[in-house]
């Protein structure tokens, strides 16, 4: 009986001295925190004039007259118009006539040409991209309702270019456009989801070309009066993405 009391004793022992050699641990504890920060779109957003035949020229001058705009976060900011001059009339013959480039008033006050454009900037900062379309509303005619039947507008040499800090993905520029009464809109300039934000342009031609490519032409079946002849063309710039192609 001594025997077995005391080796039961030295084995509850044992166990005793094997666990007072354990130490004990609490659990790590988490806890997480958050990060926020939130943008929103420029109240008054810059609209930089940009030299269409050198958009690194800083200062730019400006386009003489300047157009008004429309405005806005997703804004069409210039618009050349298309001045075509005065001409003697050929009977017989069709007339190929080309638009004056456009007036510039240079930053030091002086006078020069640039080519004719257009100018959009996109301060949505939403990358939802847009679509720049023009379309002529009617014939060319006069006062008295005098149609250039047949005449159209053809834009060549139409390249893309941007303000030096504009650093995202370029539109999409067409190359060339007939614009032709009737016929309704034709793209000019895209920009795909993700592209276009900040200011662009599409010049039509460069220092060489930029009076010779705004063309007007009319048939030598049409009749001409000499009177003045007028017709507007509307530029839309729409919140559609482009689809990658013009």
Not at 101 to 108: I, T
């Amino acid at each position: 009986m001594k025997l077995r009391k005391l080796a039961t004793l030295m084995t509850i022992a044992g166990i005793t001295l094997s666990f007072a050699g354990v130490k004990s641990f609490a659990a790590d504890q988490e806890l997480k925190s958050q990060a926020k920060v939130v943008f929103t779109a420029p109240i008054d957003p810059d609209k930089p004039i940009i030299d269409p035949a050198d958009p690194n020229n800083q200062p730019p001058g400006k386009p003489d007259p300047e157009s008004p705009g429309t405005g806005g976060l997703l804004s069409i900011d210039h618009v050349s118009n298309f001045d075509f001059e005065t001409h003697e009339i050929k009977i017989g013959q069709t007339m190929d006539f080309f638009a004056l480039p456009q007036a510039w008033l240079e930053d030091d006050g002086t006078s020069s040409t640039k080519p004719n454009y257009v100018q959009v900037s996109d301060n949505r900062l939403t990358g939802e991209g847009w679509t720049l379309s023009v379309a002529q509303d009617g014939d060319l005619k006069t006062a008295d309702n005098k149609i250039l039947t047949g005449a159209q507008i053809t834009v060549s040499n139409i390249e893309g270019v941007t303000a030096p800090s504009t650093l995202v993905q370029l539109p999409l520029v067409a190359s060339q456009r007939i614009i032709t009464p009737g016929v309704g809109s034709q793209i000019m300039m895209s920009a795909e989801k993700d592209k276009g934000q900040g200011t662009h342009v599409a010049r039509f031609g460069d220092n060489t070309t930029k009076g010779s490519s705004v063309k007007l032409t009319i048939p030598n079946t049409t009749t001409v009066y000499a009177k003045t002849y007028t017709a507007n063309l509307t530029w839309t710039l729409s919140d559609t993405p482009g689809t990658g192609t013009i």
